[in-house]
């Protein structure tokens, strides 16, 4: 195991903000893990588990030991009757694993192309889109306690998934909580991709594509090419333009909180949910606000889409926050709602 000292992580940050780690060691198995709990200069040091670096923003230099997460490997571990089950490796590219699951036959994950980041940080933030999150396809994940070093599974029950959310967000509030914020490392994640597939297509931007390509049933491969090109068109790439994706949630509220801001903005976009709750498009927000294209310092708002904070060239972490958080007053202000980050501020 060969520790690097003083490591840049500019281009392991999906904002490309200019920072280092003070020491850092790659993580290519489980045995990669065990051996830095087992190491007496390390076992005790603070840690901090880096995988894509899509969903994070650094405002300085790395003191914890960073452990970057490059396990790879992609295998079919089960069938049944009703689903394969398919196993990656945390380190795997999770846009690559998408595009490898169909290319073996196995639908399921279409909606989710394109999403930056690994598959280990995808169970982390329960990522999700056009209809999809990644609960829905789950099966289980491994996974290493790095408080005790003892290994672990996780059942989709286990990990508490909620709207980009899981216990891997949570710290433990008494002895006995299941809280691993900070504390734990995925290794391998498997999902259930079902034989019996149907498409997902209620969202407008799919509806415009089977109208535009006059196919009413299109393939799941169909669907993963639509999904890219929408991705494409709204979202600036982060080798090009440093970013995070969405940086808001979309934030929920009550039927009766929503037919208030109705009253008084009638235009704003949103999304009943089966729980009785009504989902506001974060982006339309901002935009009311009138921060698309507005900057703070090198920090930005995407001229093409408001939910995504960009760095100009040369952007600090600090830029970064200060915008956030400008917005994040803004939106309150106006609309008396809170957005909460997505990225995680380190």
Partial sequence: MFVE?????????????????HQLVRIGSGGDVLAVLADPALA???????????????TGDVRPLVMKVEIAGRRLVGETDRAWIVEAGAGESWHHFVA??????????????LIPGTVGAAPVQNIGAYGVELQDRFDSLDGVDLTTGKPFTLDAAQCAFGYRDSVFKHTAAQPGDLGLAGRAIITHVRFRLPKAW?????YLDLERKRTETG????????IFDWICEIRRNKLPDPKVIGNAGSFFKNPSVTPEQCADIIAREPNIVHYPMPDGSVKLAAGWLIDACGWKGKSVGNAGVYEKQALVLVNRGGATGGEVVTLARAIQTS????????????????
């Fill in 100 to 113: 490898w699951t169909l290319a073996q036959g196995w639908p399921g994950l279409e909606n989710l192309a």
């Fill in 44 to 58: 005790g040091v603070p840690k901090f588990v880096l995988g894509g670096g899509s969903n994070i923003v650094l």
């Fill in 5 to 21: 000292q003083n490591v840049p992580l500019q281009a392991w940050n999906a904002f490309g903000i200019v920072a280092k780690a």
């Fill in 215 to 222: 196919i009413a049933e299109p393939t799941a491969q169909q």
């Fill in 198 to 202: 149907k498409p997902v297509l209620g």
């Fill in 331 to 346: 939106v309150y202000e106006r609309f008396g709602i809170r957005l909460e980050p997505e990225p995680v501020v380190v």
